[in-house]
């Protein structure tokens, strides 16, 4: 499967790409850079927007603003075509150490805000990273519903959304876990080992389920898109032509995209000059919409079972 260039973005981290079906466009954020960014399919026309922070997830909300995972919390990112991007905090967090930042993040399928949070030097493997969720409540600290973590990364759930998949991927780690998800109480629990990556090229970064709920992983510094099936068994492969894959997510009017956002590392990228720009592949099945952030979730208690 050939990928296709979308947009030569030459970004330090690509992540968290989203597929808005009602503008038929893509964003995604450049987490350094502190940027918002949105590709418009039928123009082919880009468009960015500068954060107050470091911007590492986004989910889309029903009025057309986003939820983000930054640095210090939850906040509400409201982005107009003048270039101005409104940003109102939604909820905090008390970081285990200084020097951190939210990372992966997505919403269930009953519109829970799902996010982690990581150390900003991966090289100090600190395991101060936590998973936390957000139901909606204004001006609130969050509560981690799992510590532990180092890099926590491809949050995804299953069709149905009983299934939650949660990595972790620093290179001491290297693996995916499943849980049971209570879709009623938003509660994870009986975690186990749904893929060990350290037996695979590439390290787990971000993911995306599709119909069938076969679980897509980007393959960083491999190069690679593995789809694992339900079982944790690997189904195929796809070759991009950076190092590092980063995150990917299904668009396009059919839903049969498989956008994918990129890494440009610092020195050398002369065997891999399109590193940091976003790629299209067909790879033959259709994705599911992300579920709206609040569409039907509800304010609920729970924490993830150990």
Known sequence: MDAELIVDARNTTGESPVWSAREQALYWVDIPARRLHRWHATSNSSQSWEAPQMLACIAASPDGSWVAGMENGLFRLTASLDGDLQCSRLASVNHAMPDMRFNDGRCDRQGRFWAGTMHLNMSVAANVGSLYRYDGEKNTTLEARLNGLIVPNGLAFSPDGTVMYLSDSHPSVQTIWAFDYDIHSGTPSNRRVFVDMNQYPGRPDGAAIDVEGGYWICA???????????????????????????????????????????????????????????????????????????????????????
């Open 220 to 306: 960083n510094d491999a190069g690679l898109i593995h789809r694992f099936t339900p079982q944790g068994k690997l189904d195929r492969s796809i070759t991009l032509p950076v190092k590092k894959p980063s995150m990917c997510a299904f668009g396009g009017s059919n839903l049969d995209t498989l956008y994918v956002t990129s890494i440009r590392p610092s020195g050398d990228v002369s065997d891999q000059p399109l590193a940091g720009s976003v790629f299209a592949v067909q790879p033959g099945i259709s994705g599911l919409e992300e579920t709206l952030f609040g569409t039907s979730g509800q304010s609920v208690q729970g924490n993830i079972e150990r």
